[in-house]
Each structure stands twice: as C-alpha cells, then as structure tokens.
Nanobody, 115 residues
Framework: QVQLVESGGGLVQAGGSLRLSCAAS????????MGWYRQAPGKQRELVAA???????NYADSVKGRFTISRDNAKNTVYLQMNSLKPEDTAVYYC?????????WGQGTQVTVSS
C-alpha cells in the first residue's frame, strides 16, 4: 500500500497564491505519474495537472499559466504552486500517484478562494 498525505490548502483571496504538497510513503517501488485533481461541490473530479517521473507535465486548460506542478523523486513528493487564484478554483484538491498501474489517492485538502 502507498499512502499519500496532502498539505497546504486553505483560504486565500482572489489573486493570491497557495502551494500544495503531497508526500507518498509506504510500499513504494516505482511511482510513475503523480498528479493533482480537484472536485468542486456538485461537479465531477477533474484533472488539474500531472507530471511523469521524467518531468513531462500536463495541465488543464483552465490553470495553464497560473499553476505549476513539480516533483522531487528522491522524496516521493509532488507539489502544486497555484498563483493568480480565482474563486472558481475553489475545490477539494486530491493527490494521485500511479504505481504499477494502480492508482492511489490522498484524502484531499480544501482550497477556498474568496472574491
């Protein structure tokens, strides 16, 4: 089993910034892709950003140019730097990790952006 623990969520005003972190622990052999998803009330969970072990990134159109995903393979940690936050970014943000084609999820961290 792999455990993912997120941190860094909170309340911020529109235009502000937050940095999310997600640390993986447990039976780690080879984590390939890691990513961040979010789910707003009444909406489906959606991909925000993902990064492969080699550093290739993928972003949702809605966050391109504002969010940056990065990872530290040695620490099995992925980060999400969120700048120029908007009220529509309000959601629970979930960390995801892919190991041996099995997906692991964190418990989620709330991000609230006030207008």
């Amino acid at each position: 089993q792999v455990q993912l623990v997120e941190s860094g969520g909170g309340l911020v005003q529109a235009g502000g910034s937050l940095r999310l972190s997600c640390a993986a622990s447990g039976r780690i052999f080879y984590i390939n892709a890691m990513g961040w998803y979010r789910q707003a009330p009444g909406k489906q969970r959606e991909l925000v950003a993902a990064i492969t072990r080699g550093g290739t990134t993928n972003y949702a159109d809605s966050v391109k140019g504002r969010f940056t995903i990065s990872r530290d393979n040695a620490k099995n940690t992925v980060y999400l730097q969120m700048n120029s936050l908007k009220p529509e970014d309000t959601a629970v943000y979930y960390c995801n990790a892919d190991q041996l084609s099995y997906n692991y999820w964190g418990q989620g961290t709330q991000v609230t952006v006030s207008s």
